[in-house]
């Protein structure tokens, strides 16, 4: 699929932020990173649903050492357009499958961090060796929170959108993330 400099999902319009070209070496690099660090252990990578399924499919790939694939939905309750603070968690996994073993949070995208938060007291409780966190994205200037240790790229606090990530169910499918044209923008919208 050729890069589109500017596409609209719903009734906003969104610009290119970062070519699949960028997140494909961003991905490499995080791929030889996290080989070395989880080569000689017993790996389970936690996939964020639904976000980080794409930047998931490619990294575990671009490690290219064995590991156990899981998947974890995280959701927030409230309003449409923030979070609530409280996380429902759904695991698709027998916890007992965490004892004693490296867990790898795959997410796409941490931005206010309360997610993540919450995903990490969710997982502890299982009493794994050890949790880590690799985020494609990182919003420093909104987030809170224990920091992931692997960050793909910081941006600013701005809504962003494909490779996995979506405004209202839209626009998961492109390869390339994209911003919202602020140009455009006449409300503020939750990160996706
Ligand atoms: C997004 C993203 C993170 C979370 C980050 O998921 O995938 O999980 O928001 O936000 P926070 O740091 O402010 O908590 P979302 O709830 O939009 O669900 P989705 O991945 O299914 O789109």
Redesign the pocket.
């Known amino acids: 699929m050729a890069t589109l400099k500017r596409v609209i999902i719903h009734d906003k319009a969104f610009k290119l932020l970062i070519p699949a070209e960028e997140i494909r070496s961003i991905v490499h690099r995080m791929g030889q990173q996290l080989a070395e660090r989880y080569a000689q252990e017993d790996l389970v990578c936690v996939v964020?649903?639904?976000?980080?399924f794409m930047f998931a499919n490619d990294l575990i790939r671009a490690m290219q050492i064995p590991c156990e694939i899981t998947f974890l939905?995280?959701?927030?309750y409230g309003a449409q357009m923030y979070?609530s603070g409280k996380?429902h968690i759904e695991f698709f996994t027998n916890h007992q499958r965490l004892q004693d073993r490296a867990v790898l949070i795959i997410?796409?995208?941490?931005?206010?961090?309360?997610?993540?938060?919450?995903?990490r007291e969710y997982l502890a409780q299982h009493r794994p060796k050890s949790i880590e966190t690799a985020t494609l994205l990182l919003?420093p200037d909104?987030?809170q929170g224990p920091m992931p240790e692997y960050v793909g790229k910081a941006i600013s606090p701005l809504f962003v959108i494909g490779y996995?990530?979506?405004y209202n169910?839209g626009g998961?499918y492109l390869p390339d993330i994209y911003v919202l044209d602020s140009s455009t923008a006449g409300t503020t919208v939750?990160?996706?």
Request: proline residues 0%; hydrophobic residues 35%; aromatic residues 2%.
């Open positions: 964020i649903l639904k976000g980080a939905r995280a959701q927030s979070s996380v997410e796409d995208i941490v931005d206010s961090g309360l997610t993540l938060q919450a995903i919003k909104t987030f996995g990530m979506d169910e998961r939750k990160q996706g």
